[in-house]
């Protein structure tokens, strides 16, 4: 812990050095690769306003219904070069953790046409695969973090133009140990008909399949806050699970200083010995940059860029809308008196979130952001024999600091 928080501190002296017109630092040239030091750091608190569930797990720490945390410390070498190689290795001191860590090679020199190999995000989810220092909300939508396969070890090959892509992988464990396992296989295909500047629409289409952990899986989603140490919603321990299957359909559109965006997935485990698991979910939100700002597009993702007037900064505002469902079985009274109701299948529960909230980014390097989320959620319970709702709300705030 004491060399994280060494390198932590050297990253953010190095950054002040920065500037103002640039988000990242420049290095050297060393052996025909140019290379980039860039950074991010996220401080988050929240605020808990709960209902049955405590949503902070007790700890007290930081007073009795709030949590603060720095959520991450990510520090990261890039590289362009020799020739058509481009490379990165990436590391959150916050979470002991490697990031991105690869290399990739541009086929002819087209940055839409390459093989990358190490550790990437997989082909699959639009907000998965989109900047975390850009995200739209504090926290990534609730069924992004359940169901997107995030960053694992294995091979990609890529091919597109500047409005289409199709990008299919192979991957195993995370490279960090003991962190994401299973072997698997995803695919991702995107095309946009419209793709000018300020006016984007676009689709996709993806799909994942990996091989669970020692035969378990476990579904389950916090009420979009990070520092929640407890899940609303909840399959447990589905332990004769042998593969995931997971198909993502995205479509975003961008208007000048407004963008929308939605993504629904449907998930399926294939279980040895029990019926297969089925859940799903989806989200959608809108964005609306007021200071008049609009979004690029590049590889099948949104960009955000900088300020117009970096003194003034980008102000933005938007609402998400989360549903999930865990539940796949059935309800029904036991035929002895005084019995439990008898369960037939998972009923993991369901969940409605609302998110509102507001970013603000002054110059190149800082953005705050506070959001304000309203959970419906409603689960089985087996102490109280019937569906119970837990309804809590969250107030979030972020300060972030990148370069």
Do not use: C
Not at 82 to 109: M, Q, R, S
């Amino acid at each position: 812990m004491k060399l994280h928080r060494q390198l932590l501190t050297a990253a953010v002296v190095a950054a002040l050095f920065v500037p103002a017109a640039h988000a990242e630092v420049a290095i050297d040239v060393i052996g025909g690769s140019e290379i980039t030091f860039e950074g991010l750091v996220q401080a988050d608190g929240n605020w808990f306003d709960n209902d049955l569930t405590d949503l902070n797990g007790g700890d007290a720490g930081n007073g009795k219904n709030s949590e603060f945390e720095l959520r991450r410390a990510e520090l990261v070498l890039k590289g362009k070069g020799p020739g058509n190689v481009e490379w990165v290795v990436g590391y959150d001191a916050k979470a002991d953790k490697f990031l991105d860590t690869n290399l990739k090679y541009k086929l002819a020199g087209n940055a839409n046409h390459f093989v990358q190999f190490g550790q990437f995000k997989q082909p699959n989810s639009l907000e998965e695969l989109s900047s975390t220092k850009n995200n739209d909300f504090i926290s990534k939508a609730a069924v992004t973090n359940t169901y997107a396969v995030a960053r694992r070890l294995g091979g990609a090959y890529s091919i597109g133009d500047n409005n289409w892509s199709v990008t299919a992988s192979g991957f195993g464990r995370e490279l960090t140990r003991n962190l994401a396992h299973g072997s698997g296989y995803g695919a991702r295909g995107t095309w946009a008909p419209i793709n000018d500047k300020g006016q984007v629409l676009h689709f996709g289409l993806s799909y994942v399949d990996y091989d669970t952990d020692a035969d378990t899986l476990r579904v389950r989603a916090r009420p979009n806050a990070d520092l929640a140490t407890a899940r609303l919603v909840d399959s447990g321990n589905l332990v004769d699970t042998d593969r995931v299957s997971t198909i993502g359909a995205e479509a975003m559109y961008i208007g000048g200083p407004f963008k929308a965006q939605a993504e629904y997935y449907t998930s399926k485990a294939k279980r040895y010995s029990h019926d297969n698991y089925s859940s799903d979910g989806y989200y959608l939100s809108g964005l609306w940059n007021i200071s008049g700002e609009t979004w690029g597009y590049k590889g099948g993702t949104p960009t955000t860029g900088l300020p117009d007037e970096p003194g003034r900064g980008m102000w933005q505002l938007g609402a998400r809308y989360d549903h999930m469902d865990l539940n796949d079985g059935n309800l029904s009274a036991n035929p002895v008196a005084g019995r439990p109701p008898i369960v037939d299948g998972v009923l993991g529960g369901k969940m409605d979130i609302w998110t509102v909230g507001v970013n603000y980014y002054w110059r190149s390097n800082t953005k705050f952001a506070l959001n304000y989320v309203m959970v419906d959620s409603k689960k089985y319970s087996s102490t109280a024999r019937t569906f119970v709702n837990d309804d809590p709300n969250i107030l979030e705030a972020r300060l972030q600091f990148f370069w």
